[in-house]
């Protein structure tokens, strides 16, 4: 929903660049606790 509503926000301002980094960065984020959780759990 969060990304959702930035990309909305993005594509509203016409301007998909400026805010393409912080859509990255929080799938990078998201990806990197995924895997800070799976190498705690074992």
Same mark, same amino acid.
């Given at each position: *929903?969060? =990304?959702? %509503? @930035? %990309?909305? *926000?993005? /594509? &509203?301002?016409?301007? &998909? !660049? =400026? +805010?393409?980094? /912080? +859509?990255? *960065?929080?799938? /990078? /984020? =998201?990806?990197? *606790? @995924? !895997? %800070?959780? @799976?190498?705690?759990?074992?």
């Amino acid at each position: *929903m969060l =990304t959702a %509503v @930035i %990309v909305a *926000m993005g /594509l &509203l301002l016409r301007d &998909l !660049n =400026t +805010i393409a980094p /912080l +859509i990255t *960065m929080f799938f /990078l /984020l =998201t990806y990197a *606790m @995924i !895997n %800070v959780v @799976i190498l705690l759990k074992q």
